[in-house]
């Protein structure tokens, strides 16, 4: 075991709320030179906004040791589309795609369709108007930054962007490229910007299925955390995690222990 994929939102922190022995797990992390990333499906805040978040809980990070779908989705759309791009994506994430051409709120036709998490300004038109683009021009890619399909917010769970995308999948009997979690190759970008094989690294989140089984569907190791989203019935779904700790606080203790087992 060699590195470390962080969850954000679930493991680290609570909407606005840090997890107790969070600074303290990635400060022990940096100590012991374990490289890391943050790896996250938010699409509702740039890297800066998350960088500055994080700060503010007592965690530094640069703005290179942040993976998100948007940074993995520019890189593809610069190689596959051909045009101005409809993202539909919260104003302030849009500068993650400020080297791509844009297409206006009015246009007719895209390059491609870009789906993230709008959160509240979700309504008809504006679901209507993805759809339109895609139903108008078949072959345009429908592209997914990621497929999560909640979030826990302090208030409660909220919808991701994972439903949206499904919806405009049902009705254009499409397939979204997905560039975000639980697609393989995010979990893949993610472990060539550290140099390590997926069997060198260890995820730890708090989704049963966009976290854990996708990661070790890639071939990572997969900590869930009782956190977050983290529900007891989780653990009855047949997905087994390499090891479940009561939150990231625990997680100097899981390793010590792993990698004495290794040794």
């Known amino acids: 075991m060699k590195a470390i994929l962080f969850d954000m939102d679930g493991v680290l922190y609570e909407g606005e709320r840090p997890i107790p022995g969070a600074a303290e797990a990635l400060g022990w992390c940096r100590e012991h030179a374990i490289p890391f990333r943050f790896l996250t499906n938010t699409t509702s805040r740039p890297r800066e906004a998350l960088m500055a978040k994080l700060a503010k809980m007592g965690i530094a990070a640069s703005i290179d040791e942040i993976v998100t779908p948007p940074v993995a989705a520019s890189d593809w759309l610069h190689r596959h589309a051909d045009g101005p791009v409809a993202t539909f994506v919260p104003e302030r994430t849009r500068a993650e795609f400020a080297d791509l ?6 246009a007719e036709q895209a390059a491609a369709v870009v789906i993230g998490d709008l959160g ?7 679901l209507n108007r993805a759809f339109r683009l895609l139903f108008d021009h078949p072959g345009t890619p429908l592209v997914a ?15 991701d962007a994972g439903p949206f995308v499904r919806a405009l999948e049902y009705a254009l009997g499409i397939e979204a490229v997905v560039l975000g979690k639980p697609g393989r190759g995010f979990f893949e970008a993610a472990l060539a910007s ?13 989704d049963i299925r966009g976290d854990v089984d996708a990661a070790m569907q890639a071939g990572l190791a997969a900590i869930q955390v009782r956190t977050g989203k983290f529900r007891a019935d989780d653990l009855d779904l047949g997905i087994r995690p390499t090891a479940v700790i009561d939150s990231i606080a625990e997680l100097p203790d899981w390793w010590q222990d792993a990698t004495r087992v290794e040794s």
């Open 101 to 106: 051409p844009l297409a206006p709120p009015d």
């Open 120 to 126: 509240e300004s979700w309504d008809f038109h504006t």
């Open 145 to 159: 930054l990621g497929l999560t399909r909640y979030w826990q917010a302090e208030d409660g769970p909220r919808l």
């Open 194 to 206: 550290l140099g390590v094989a997926p069997s060198e690294a260890v995820m730890i989140g708090d």
